[in-house]
């Protein structure tokens, strides 16, 4: 049963009555463009077909009632609390995120309180953004509830907006320094293409990705090594980056562009060299990736993601053995390439693969874990798929 059947169904039997509505949101990968999105970056996401969705309806006594369905169906239930009353700190585990999204909400003038009832199949901790496939859906629904979804004609929030109060959310109330690639991705992103993000100016494309018309795929390897943003792994880059940033002067290192690279490292200490190195190189990789895509050479991106990953590897230090392996794996086999995606610390790898190579690359990659005595990895074939939205 889909995510959004299975919320409806979930809140008729707590509530008694139908939910007033359902939305919901994608998780998401991104083809390349890892850790540039809060360097001012370009990053080249797609939503997965993985979904959260959030029965929603609205209630007159200013409560936030949320539940969320568990692996095993049974629902789970947070402490209600007042729209009113919520601050950073006051909510503590999983309903820190969507008692986050309220509270960025009640701020620009959403304050109602509201039934939620949550179910979803975005793989948790697999860098594929099921935080955000949540808030988002979550935003959505007490958007939705109050009158004011992004489709609603003059005064409606945009998308772009949305994506900057999840994650106000994300930053200031769980406290997760993430930038807006995972927002933007699940809330923008269209079926059938990858999204071509300028972060700085917000300017998009929708970029054709038909993978399967060139004999190819995208395949994920969830590691089921679990990361999390809020560990202090990811706050210290992205401090690295905002120093850097101050000591060429510069607003980000968007504004490094290659040739200006070696200039540039010369004038830094060498601990935040590596972290220039790779957030200017992978800027570039992004810009080369599109090219390619406008004029439909898939193929050629497989040297630009094993680029990607050594340089997540080696620079900015973000990946894991569990990673690298399965990276390594799959490009004996066939990969066309391969890197880690999301934060890093744990998470998923994906791997362009010819499709009649699919089954030994899943097959070797399953071997390498044996032999290291790891979990067994999931593997599935990604297809760019639809944002968020109301469900019908």
Aim: proline share 6%; charged share 20%.
């Amino acid at each position: 049963m889909r995510p959004g059947h299975r919320a409806a169904a979930a809140f008729t039997q707590l509530h008694g009555t139908a939910p007033e509505g359902v939305w919901s949101a994608p998780g998401r990968v991104n083809l390349i463009g890892e850790h540039t999105d809060y360097n001012d970056g370009f990053v080249l996401p797609f939503a997965l077909p993985h979904r959260t969705a959030v029965a929603a309806a609205a209630r007159a006594d200013g409560l936030l009632r949320v539940a969320t369905l568990g692996a095993d169906g049974e629902p789970q239930h947070a402490e209600p609390v007042a729209v009113a009353d919520l601050a950073p700190g006051a909510v503590e585990g999983w309903a820190a995120y969507p008692s986050g999204v309220a509270w960025a909400l009640r701020e620009v003038g959403v304050t109602g309180g509201a039934d939620l009832v949550i179910a979803g199949d975005v793989p948790a901790g697999a860098g594929l953004s099921s935080s955000h496939a949540l808030e988002c859906a979550v935003a959505l629904a007490l958007l939705g509830l109050a009158g004011r979804s992004p489709d609603g004609g003059p005064g409606s929030p945009t998308l772009p907006e949305i994506a900057r109060w999840v994650q106000r959310s994300e930053n200031d109330f769980v406290g997760a320094p993430t930038g807006l690639l995972d927002q933007t991705a699940s809330l923008r992103c269209t079926e059938a293409h990858v999204l071509f993000l300028d972060v700085r100016s917000g300017e998009a494309e929708q970029v054709p990705f038909d993978a399967a018309a060139r004999g190819l795929e995208v395949l994920v390897i969830d590691t089921r090594a679990s990361h999390s943003h809020t560990d202090g792994g990811y706050a210290a880059r992205r401090a690295g980056c905002e120093e850097a940033a101050d000591l060429l002067g510069v607003p980000a290192l968007r504004d490094i562009s290659v040739d200006g690279l070696g200039a540039a490292l010369e004038k830094l200490p060498e601990r935040l060299r590596p972290l220039v190195r790779h957030v200017v190189t992978e800027n570039d990789r992004v810009l080369r990736s599109v090219e390619l895509l406008r004029s439909g050479e898939l193929a050629g991106l497989g040297p630009l993601l094993d680029a990607s990953h050594a340089s997540l590897r080696d620079d900015y230090r973000v990946s894991v053995d569990e990673l690298d392996v399965a990276v390594d794996a799959a490009v004996a086999a066939g990969a066309l390439g391969a890197r880690m995606v999301g934060g890093g610390f744990g998470g998923s790898a994906i791997a362009l693969v010819p499709v009649e190579r699919h089954d030994e690359v899943v097959r070797r990659v399953l071997h390498a874990y044996a032999e290291h005595g790891w979990t067994k990895p999931r593997t599935f074939t990604a297809v760019p798929s639809a944002g968020a939205g109301r469900d019908e």
